[in-house]
Nanobody
Framework: QVQLVESGGGLVQAGGSLRLSCVAS????????MDWYRQAPGKQRELVAA???????NYVDSVKGRFTISRDNAKKTVYLQMNSLKPEDTAVYYC??????????????WGQGTQVTVSS
């Protein structure tokens, strides 16, 4: 069974930085896209950043220039470096990954989420 476990969330003042990590474990043959989403109270979940297996990246406009997504394929880990944080970045952050698992098919898996709170 595949699991994604996030870490690195917390409380930070505006202008500060946090680094989120997400580790995939279980029967994994390969990992395609790895993504970070976030969901603020009363809002829909939104895609924040994505990275392909080859390292191509995409970001939502609101975080461009402040957030950086990266991955370590050997460690099955995706990171989100968040700088110049703003109160509007406050949300639960989830990682997801498109994984080729023991079924021989790819499935999207989700982590349990990690809270990021930015105080003004």
């Amino acid at each position: 069974q595949v699991q994604l476990v996030e870490s690195g969330g917390g409380l930070v003042q505006a202008g500060g930085s946090l680094r989120l990590s997400c580790v995939a474990s279980g029967t994994i043959f390969s990992i395609n896209d790895m993504d970070w989403y976030r969901q603020a109270p009363g809002k829909q979940r939104e895609l924040v950043a994505a990275i392909s297996s080859g390292g191509s990246t995409n970001y939502v406009d609101s975080v461009k220039g402040r957030f950086t997504i990266s991955r370590d394929n050997a460690k099955k880990t995706v990171y989100l470096q968040m700088n110049s944080l703003k109160p509007e970045d406050t949300a639960v952050y989830y990682c997801s990954a498109d994984i080729l698992d023991h079924t021989g098919r790819t499935h999207y898996y989700w982590g349990q989420g990690t809270q990021v709170t930015v105080s003004s």
